[in-house]
């Protein structure tokens, strides 16, 4: 079967790494195709991922929040489920810094 993201390699069987935050999820079967290398699961597997997600409670932790004005500095809300997740916990000292585009904040 030929790969319905480049067109140009073809679909075998093999097995893929799911993490989701950062976290592993497992490995489980995919068809990976043989020139860009995109993974697909089937929709069994796609559920058994979302399960795994769930089972180690990071399922739903990717939230849309709102930058606000604080002062002179924007806040932004952290939700109570990524704070839990986390351990973040009011007055805990914490270190930011932009990586690749993105804000990174550490509380450890
Ligand atoms: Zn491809």
């Not at 109570?80 to 450890?108: C, M, N, Q, S």
Request: one cysteine or more.
């Amino acid at each position: 079967m030929k790969c319905p993201i480049c067109e140009k390699g073809t679909l075998h069987k093999g097995k893929v790494h799911e993490e989701m935050f950062g976290v592993l999820l497992g490995e489980f079967p995919a068809e990976i195709c043989s020139s860009c290398q995109e993974s697909f699961t089937d929709s069994e597997t796609t559920a058994r991922i979302e399960l795994s997600a769930r089972e180690k409670g990071i399922w739903g932790l990717g939230l849309k929040t709102k930058i606000t004005r604080t002062g002179n500095s924007l806040a932004v809300r952290i939700p109570k489920k990524i704070a839990d997740f986390l351990e973040f916990t009011e007055g805990k000292e914490a270190y930011i810094h932009p990586d690749a585009g993105k804000l990174v904040i550490e509380a450890r």
